[in-house]
């Protein structure tokens, strides 16, 4: 590749990384996978128990940084220990870890901490970094006058995963400490961080197919 080329390449990049999706491609990413979502898990569909979840999770709701969100929270109807969060406000909670909480903090703190990488734009972020990623790699191949193959994307793939492990488990603590000022702003014991951490190492250890 020519110097040209190269600066070329890398003043597209530059420009790129400063981009990520905006809140509104944010909110409709978000909710194309939440219907996609409500079709292919077993989500809890009983008004009376999603009344009371409501209740539950609404302190938490009401503390997170981003009130422009329509939050909107979920049970999922499986005994696996987790919860995850979908870019536009879309927390799922799974039963399994509802039934193994001990306190109320624990249930908080495993909600604030998704609430938290809703509120920093964590998925939104990474899907700006792929996109950048992918259109790189496609701009230096049109450069050198030629199109990745299967082989060069399966290698890009791999070499993307590497790359942005550590943006996640630079996000899993900053999730922690967001969570921390939600849940003392909401004047609930942050260390109920610690305990749900603590539950899902115990279940590691004893029921490790269910975390």
């Known amino acids: 590749m020519s110097a040209f080329h190269r600066l ?10 400063a981009c ?22 077993p ?3 009983d008004a009376g128990i999603n ?3 409501t209740q539950t999770v609404n302190p938490l709701r009401r503390v997170a940084q981003r009130q422009d969100l329509a939050w909107d929270f979920h049970i999922v109807n499986s005994d696996q220990v987790n919860a995850f969060a979908v870019p536009g406000g879309h927390i799922y909670v799974f039963r399994g870890l509802i039934a193994r909480v001990q306190h109320y903090d624990e249930f908080a703190g495993a909600v604030m901490h998704e609430i938290g ?3 920093l734009r964590h998925s ?4 700006g970094q792929m996109t950048v990623a992918n259109l790189g790699v496609s701009l230096a191949y049109i450069l050198l006058g030629r199109q990745p193959g299967q082989v060069d994307q399966a290698a890009v793939g791999v070499a993307g995963s590497a790359v942005f492990a550590k943006f996640s488990r630079d996000d899993e603590r900053e999730a922690d400490s967001m969570a921390v000022i939600g849940l003392t702003r909401a004047a ?6 610690t305990h749900m951490l603590q539950i899902l190492q115990r279940l590691s250890q004893s029921e490790p197919s269910k975390v």
């Open 124 to 127: 939104a972020q990474q899907m």
């Open 117 to 119: 990488h809703v509120d």
């Open 8 to 17: 070329l390449t890398g003043s597209v990049l530059i420009a790129l990384a």
């Open 43 to 45: 989500l809890i569909k």
């Open 20 to 41: 990520a999706p905006s809140v509104q491609q944010e909110v409709q990413m978000g909710n194309d996978y939440a219907a996609q979502i409500a079709k292919e898990m």
């Open 51 to 53: 009344s009371l979840f």
């Open 188 to 193: 609930i014991n942050p260390s109920g961080i």
